[in-house]
């Protein structure tokens, strides 16, 4: 048992006698959500503690904790907070809104928006958003697998990536930016449980047809692969064939891969304007191969904001993944 003491008072177990149980801190420390967020539940929703000790400081037992941690996994779904308020004191399990494998579909549910979402600044985002949020910010690894897997589902690929997972990255991404290094595990743990719901989520890779293969890079520099991940999956989802080489491949790799596949298009992706290379695109869309008199070039795309302001003759600078991929399909059509 620890002997740990806060504010002067000595700390008992969970569930001990009077004037034990967890302080608020330890209590959103536990959960993984900001003591104010604890704090608003308890006011706003009645969710405090069921006995009130003398003193100033409340302190939260097994059975007030075990409420909280229910309302953090009905959150987590995207549940409006009243209504998993009322059922986290309760204790009834929530409707089924999506029921896999049950006769008959489930209803459709109605979308719903968001302005709020663990003190991340979501913006007006889907109601997706502040569960997936919740998830990441908890480093809940099942809860979010699941949420983003639904709504890939729900929404289709492209959908879900556009309107559920970028505004989220993005609001991490903020979140980050804006509080030094915190939240920089936060960032890498949604990023890397995305890559993993695109890949879960795309079909087999699609075997090569001669002349219909795109190739997905990287320019050298550059690691951000998600928005290649999105793409890649999105492609390989409508039966086109891709090669995906990920982050920072080098030139001449990336030449020798083009050569190699004789590709019908090629995206070339740059985050960062100190990474978008004029002459390397020019140099790419140049490049032809086949046999004399029928050779063919590429359709060259320049993905990503690094391309702003960079502009090359016949280079295509799709703004999103829908766009992408609508510019990408009629390159390889049968």
């Known amino acids: 048992m620890s002997a740990d003491t806060e504010h002067g008072e000595g700390r008992a177990g969970l569930g001990g006698p009077p004037g034990g149980g967890l302080t608020t801190g330890e209590v959103a420390r536990r959960l993984g959500v900001a003591p104010t967020t604890v704090r608003t539940w308890d006011r706003r929703y009645g969710l405090g503690p069921d006995a009130h000790t003398d003193g100033r400081h409340r302190r939260w037992t097994a059975p007030d904790v075990a409420r909280l941690e229910r309302m953090c996994a009905l959150t987590a779904t995207g549940l409006p907070p009243a209504e998993a308020a009322r059922l986290a004191r309760s204790g009834t399990p929530p409707a089924p809104t999506t029921t896999r494998g049950a006769a008959g579909p489930p209803p459709e549910p ?4 968001s302005r709020a979402g663990s003190g991340l600044r979501l913006g007006d985002v889907r109601q997706e958003c502040r569960g997936i949020a919740r998830a990441a910010l908890r480093l809940d690894a099942a809860v979010l697998d699941e949420l983003l897997l639904t709504a890939i589902a729900d929404h289709g690929l492209v959908a879900a990536w556009t309107e559920v997972i970028v505004p989220t990255l993005q609001a991490v991404g903020r979140k980050w930016e804006t ?3 915190r939240y920089v595990e936060v960032e890498h743990f949604l990023s890397w449980h995305v890559s993993g719901a695109l890949r ?5 890779t699609v075997a090569a047809r001669p002349g219909a293969t795109t ?3 990287c320019v050298p520099g550059e690691n951000h692969t998600l928005p290649l991940e999105a793409l890649a999956a999105a492609l390989t989802e409508r039966g086109v064939p891709v090669r995906m080489f990920g982050g920072a491949l080098p030139v001449e790799s990336l030449v020798a891969a083009v050569r190699r596949t004789g590709p019908a298009a090629v995206a070339l992706w740059a985050q960062s304007r100190t990474t978008a290379s004029r002459p390397l695109a020019q ?21 990503g904001p690094g391309w702003a302001g960079r502009t090359v003759p016949g280079l295509a600078r799709p703004s999103g993944l829908a766009e992408a991929v609508a510019a990408l399909e009629p390159t390889v059509a049968p």
């Open 283 to 303: 140099h790419v869309a140049a490049m032809e191969w086949g046999v004399r008199g029928a050779r063919r070039r590429p359709v060259l795309l320049a993905l």
């Open 179 to 181: 509080s030094g290094e």
């Open 200 to 204: 879960r989520a795309a079909p087999r």
């Open 215 to 217: 190739v997905l890079a």
């Open 110 to 113: 109605t979308p719903r928006r």
